[in-house]
T-cell receptor, first 114, second 113 residues
């Protein structure tokens, strides 16, 4: 059973527009949630990690929120660039240690067009 | 250097032949992981090494082997490749008791013909 659901599955935006990616999960316990960016043919790069109830983080043009009550997270990308074209993966960790299990979403494929 | 390296980046294999993938890191991380990722699917944990202790997932127990000759290196071994093994294989490492961070390598794309 999929415990991390991401939406939309794919998204096309014009350069300069903003976009919002959604992540809903049922993982318990939900120790932390991380958003990764994966460029085609490359590894996962961490964008941000959210830990606490109602956490909000900001990393340049990326900002994210976490609602642990609703088990929901959003990733906002403002003023998109062509280089933002990638797959964005939501990952929920069930423990705060290296032996905790990571639960991966299938990703949202973002395509930014000129 | 916080990079995780994987070799090779691309691998072609014949059905029934063995495959050996290599991962290395120089961050002195005690835990190293191998994931299998197929298109439009979430990465699936195959196994991980905590120090010298190998932990394999129950549903892939017999399909994959691994070795960790020292702290920096970890291999993923497929004894007899089948078509279903075609996928991206991601290696990651982390430190016990440290942050939540798992550092991922670029992946090895395995195609079995």
């Amino acid at each position: 059973k999929t415990q991390v659901e991401q939406s939309p599955q794919s998204l096309v935006v014009r350069q300069g527009e903003n976009c919002v990616l959604q992540c809903n999960y049922s993982v318990t316990p939900d120790n932390h949630l991380r958003w990764f960016k994966q460029d085609t043919g490359k590894g996962l790069v961490s964008l941000t990690v959210l830990v606490h109830e109602n956490d909000k983080t900001s990393n340049g043009r990326y900002s994210a929120t976490l609602d642990k009550d609703a088990k929901h997270s959003t990733l906002h990308i403002t003023a998109t660039l062509l280089d933002d074209t990638a797959t964005y993966i939501c990952v929920v960790g069930d423990r705060g240690s290296a032996l905790g299990r990571l639960h991966f979403g299938a990703g949202t494929q973002l395509i930014v067009i000129p | 250097d916080t990079t995780v390296k994987q070799n090779p980046r691309y691998k072609l294999a014949r059905v029934g032949k063995p495959v050996n993938l290599i991962c290395s890191q120089t961050m002195n991380h005690d835990t190293m992981y191998w994931y299998q990722k197929k298109p439009n699917q979430a990465p699936k944990l195959l196994l991980f090494y905590y120090d010298k202790i190998l932990n394999r997932e129950a549903d892939t127990f017999e399909k994959f082997q691994s070795s960790r000759p020292n702290n920096s290196f970890c291999s993923l071994y497929i004894g007899s490749a089948g078509l279903e093994y075609s996928a991206m294989y991601l290696c990651a490492s982390s430190s016990w008791g440290g942050s939540y961070e798992q550092y991922f390598g670029p992946g090895t794309r395995l195609t079995v013909l």
